[in-house]
């Protein structure tokens, strides 16, 4: 908690979206802000039925799971503002909407 507070880092492209020539340095500057900031991580003890909704600029990660049986589902949803979108990948259909072109991922072998 109190991650989202620290200020964006923009990568040089002018973007939020990660750019893997930068992460190194994205990974220090986030490492100094949460250290200066005596900011630790938290585990969220999800029960069934609970939803965790978080803000987009909040540090997050996973853990390995430690219990098979006690496995969870989820959907993912972001939401993005159309210029942190990667140049061509989103399309004007006008009347204020927008589509996003992206390659298709297969999901299982």
Known sequence: PGSHKIPPY?????R???TLEELGSFREYIGR???????????????AGDVFIWHAQLFHGGA??????????????????VR?????????????????????QQAFE
């Open 84 to 104: 942190e979108m990667a140049p061509g990948a989103v399309v004007d259909i006008g009347d204020g909407r927008f589509y996003l072109q992206r390659p298709h």
């Open 64 to 81: 390995p799971i430690v219990d098979m049986t006690r496995t969870r589902r989820s959907i993912v949803t972001h939401y993005f503002r």
């Open 10 to 14: 923009y990568f040089s492209d002018g």
């Open 16 to 18: 939020l979206n990660v």
């Open 33 to 47: 802000e949460l250290e200066n900031r005596g900011l630790r991580p938290v585990t969220f003890p999800a029960r």
